[in-house]
């Protein structure tokens, strides 16, 4: 097995799926994808096009709100993750109506996790950035 150093910089790394970094003295961490950099496209989650059953389908994106609340120490990197996996999950066929009232459980429930960022995720403003009207069907 060949090891390969990923750093970044002297301050900057990446692992598993985060990016650490030293900025003034102070570890900040973001989530970090290494399949965003391949030049093919990746299937990350279910596609309902299949014979799948729904209920742990949509299951997917709420423990993915969780994950990404949890990796992300800022609410941007948040909201920058879960605008690109909503917009993903609409593309593979799930139900914006669906996925809208996913998110708005999850605030709701896990208040306790994104309280950390300082920022109401469930405001009008959060959701709008997460579910651009142009992509927002019932």
């Not at 030293?22 to 900040?28: A, K, L, N, V």
């Not at 950035?129 to 927002?136: G, H, L, T």
């Amino acid at each position: 097995m060949v090891l390969k150093c990923t750093n970044i910089s002297k301050a900057v790394c990446t692992f598993l799926d985060l990016r650490i970094s030293i900025f003034r003295g102070q570890f900040r961490y973001t989530s970090f994808d290494k399949r965003k950099d391949f030049s093919f496209d990746i299937v990350k989650y279910p596609d309902l096009s299949g014979n799948i059953p729904l209920k742990p389908s949509y299951g997917v994106y709420t423990s993915q709100l969780v994950r990404y609340c949890d990796i992300n120490q800022s609410s941007s990197g948040f909201v920058s993750d879960v605008k690109d996996m909503t917009s993903c999950f609409l593309n593979q066929n799930f139900v914006s109506k669906t996925i809208k009232e996913l998110y708005s459980s999850f605030c709701s429930k896990y208040l306790y996790r994104w309280a950390k960022f300082g920022v109401d995720v469930a405001s009008n403003e959060v959701i709008s950035k997460v579910f651009p009207i142009s992509s927002f069907k019932i």
